[in-house]
C-alpha cells in the first residue's frame, strides 16, 4: 500500500516516527529524490527532502492509515 502525503512541518515528522514505532509491519518513506527512510527512525526522516510530497509505504492498510492520520492531528 502506499498513500503520498505533504509533511509541512517538523512536528508532522515526528508524528509519523511515533505512528510507524506503534506498527508491527515496516513503514518506509520516499521521497522525490528517490531517496528512502525507515519511517520509525527520526534520524532517517531527516534525511529526507520534504519540500515535496512524499510517499509512505506499508504492507497493512490498517497501519498505512493509521500513520497517515498521524498528519491530521
Request: hydrophobic share 40%; proline share 1%; glycine share 6%.
Amino acid at each position: 500500500m502506499v498513500r503520498q502525503v505533504k509533511v509541512s512541518n517538523f512536528t508532522e515528522v515526528q508524528g509519523i516516527v511515533s505512528a510507524a514505532t506503534k506498527c508491527r509491519n515496516e513503514v518506509g518513506v520516499h521521497d522525490v529524490k528517490g531517496s528512502v527512510a525507515d519511517a520509525k527512525s527520526i534520524l532517517g526522516m531527516m534525511s529526507l527532502d520534504f519540500s515535496q510530497p512524499v510517499k509512505i509505504v506499508c504492507e497493512d492498510e490498517g497501519e498505512l492509515n493509521r500513520v497517515v492520520s498521524s498528519l491530521q492531528q
